[in-house]
């Protein structure tokens, strides 16, 4: 049987941090589906047209990835697409409340789908997308903590 894991998220923009938990889960995963929501709570920088292209520039050379966009509860998500497991990066503990409860909950809608907690090297611990667009906002160099497609994408937002 097949190992698939979805790997939500808002990925507003995707971050080095997001790609470095994608490599690890594709070490324990035959797939890894990263799939593009929407948050209700987000207003988001880039439109999801614009991250889906940008999160496929930057896995384009991962085998065994495929990025998607789903609207609705993740579990159902990951029932219709087959998945075994979900996949989420945790930073810190703060993190760690808030990923405990979807997972729960989760786990309550269907317990056939496990919760799988990778955590961030101690180099991304600080990093998450908000961080990324303030830095680049104010014209800072962001060019170690996003992929090169994110970094020219964030330079062409804020020049206007």
Request: aromatic residues 8%.
């Amino acid at each position: 049987m097949e190992r698939i894991a979805i790997y939500p998220g808002s990925f507003d923009p995707i971050t080095m941090g997001h790609l470095d938990i994608l490599d690890r889960a594709l070490r324990i995963f035959d797939k890894v589906i990263i799939a593009v929501g929407e948050h209700i709570k987000k207003d988001t920088l880039f439109s999801t047209k614009e991250r889906l292209q940008q999160i496929k520039e930057a896995v384009k050379e991962r085998k065994n990835v495929e990025v998607a966009h789903f609207e609705g509860l993740m579990i159902d998500y990951a029932k219709k697409r087959n998945a075994n497991a979900i996949v989420r990066g945790l930073r810190a503990v703060s993190d760690f409340e808030y990923e405990f409860q979807m997972a729960l909950m989760n786990r309550k809608l269907d317990s056939s789908i496990e919760t799988v907690f990778i955590m961030t090297r101690g180099m991304y611990s600080y990093l998450n997308s908000s961080v990324v667009k303030e830095v680049a906002k104010h014209n800072g160099n962001v060019t170690t903590l996003v992929p090169p497609v994110v970094a020219e994408a964030l330079k062409e937002k804020f020049r206007n």
